[in-house]
């Protein structure tokens, strides 16, 4: 699939977003065909270039910043000098998407918030992303992803009920608001192409972690207000009864998803009796005690009974055991880009256009490798 297949080609995006959540949308965008340019801080840049949790970089820059900025252009600039404000003027003139994602108030302070843009451009689509919301009682609270999920209450819903809160083991509020607001971004796309008409969307991280609980916090909200109460046997769901779970073999894990009680008990050879225990009510005993059956053998003795009887089950795999199933390559989900000391390996956009997967071999953008556009313009 080439450039000009892709659907997205010919939109112009301007990304004054940085670290995580906004440049997932753009990168989104990117993935579709979108000329995405990334607007950073001169002499420093995003600050994913160089600011991340892991200690591993790529030609002196962190991993993250490769793989979520894959396909894009760099434009360094100051924002608080004149002249350069001036000339990324004339290119939001001329763009179709702007996205943001600094804290309430600062994109408006240097001239580039959603009013003045769409002064100089009346069918801008505009993006934001903040961390509460920019009218809340919290909008002046740093907006990264792990306070996110303090705020949210979504840290009591994993982990076992004599566990403290646990944290989700990835950056979830930022990948989902930056998906949201993709999503958003081509709605109003669309919307402009059959009305003329530009808009404003905006997301934040608390929205966007409150959606992924919508089940739970649906279930909360009609059931008289009652809290999440995390099962202490082999646990992985708050509300879901026996057995529902991660168990213990005698080499490994597998997990069990919603089964009949009465079945897994007969081929699974559990010795504590059944009769009288509810799956819900009795869970943490349920647990237990098909835990006790599960600890007797290796995980690949019960896939093979749970194959045969069309159990819900899967063995608990490692990324290595992932990917050498062969799976992933079956799915194409995984791509190279060039990089000046060798490929760098990450993963493609999860969807596919008319059967085939969007894919570029451009890598993540050299600070400043899109300068040029402050004399030519968008080319």
Do not use: C
């Amino acid at each position: 699939m080439t450039m000009s297949d892709l659907p997205l080609e010919g939109v112009r995006v301007l990304d004054f977003s940085q670290f995580l959540a906004g440049p997932y949308a753009s990168l989104r965008l990117a993935d579709l065909g979108a000329d995405v340019v990334k607007v950073e801080r001169a002499g420093k840049g995003d600050l994913s270039r160089y600011l991340y949790v892991s200690n591993v970089s790529v030609e002196g820059e962190s991993t993250i910043f490769h793989a979520i900025n894959r396909g894009k252009r760099s434009l360094e600039i100051n924002l608080k000098a004149d002249t350069d404000r001036a000339r990324l003027q004339d290119l939001v003139a001329g763009a179709d998407i702007v996205i943001q994602n600094f804290r309430p108030g600062v994109i408006e302070r240097l001239g580039f918030g959603y009013e003045a843009v769409k002064a100089l451009n009346p069918k801008i689509i505009y993006g934001s992303i903040s961390g509460y919301g920019a009218d809340t009682a919290w909008n002046a609270l740093p907006g990264q992803d792990l306070l996110t999920q303090a705020r949210s209450g979504v840290m009591w819903l994993s982990g076992g009920a004599d566990d403290g809160p646990v944290a989700i083991g990835l950056p979830v509020a930022d990948m989902l608001a930056g998906a949201a607001l993709a999503q958003g971004l081509l709605a109003l796309l669309f919307r402009r192409e059959r009305t003329g008409k530009g808009g404003l969307v905006e997301t934040s991280l608390l929205e966007a972690i409150t959606d992924l609980q919508f089940e739970l916090l649906t279930t909360h909200l009609n059931d008289g207000g009652r809290l999440p109460e995390r099962q202490r046997e082999n646990p992985a769901h708050a509300y879901l009864a026996a057995p529902y779970g991660v168990y213990r073999t005698a080499d490994g894990h597998i997990a069990l998803g919603m089964n009949d009680l009465g079945e897994l008990w007969t081929h699974f050879g559990v010795e504590t009796p059944l009769a009288g225990l509810d799956a819900f009510r009795d869970r943490d005993a349920v647990s237990a005690a098909l835990g006790t059956a599960l600890a007797r053998h290796p995980t690949g003795h019960w896939m093979d009974i749970a194959m045969a009887q069309d159990f819900w089950a899967a063995p608990v795999l490692s990324w290595d055991e992932t990917l050498a199933s062969g799976v992933l390559q079956q799915l194409d989900m995984l791509q190279s880009v060039a990089l000046k000391d060798g490929p760098l390996h990450t993963t493609a956009i999860p969807m596919r256009i008319d059967g085939a997967r969007p894919k570029s071999e451009l890598a993540a953008p050299r600070l400043g490798t899109a300068n040029a556009l402050l004399k030519s313009g968008w080319s």
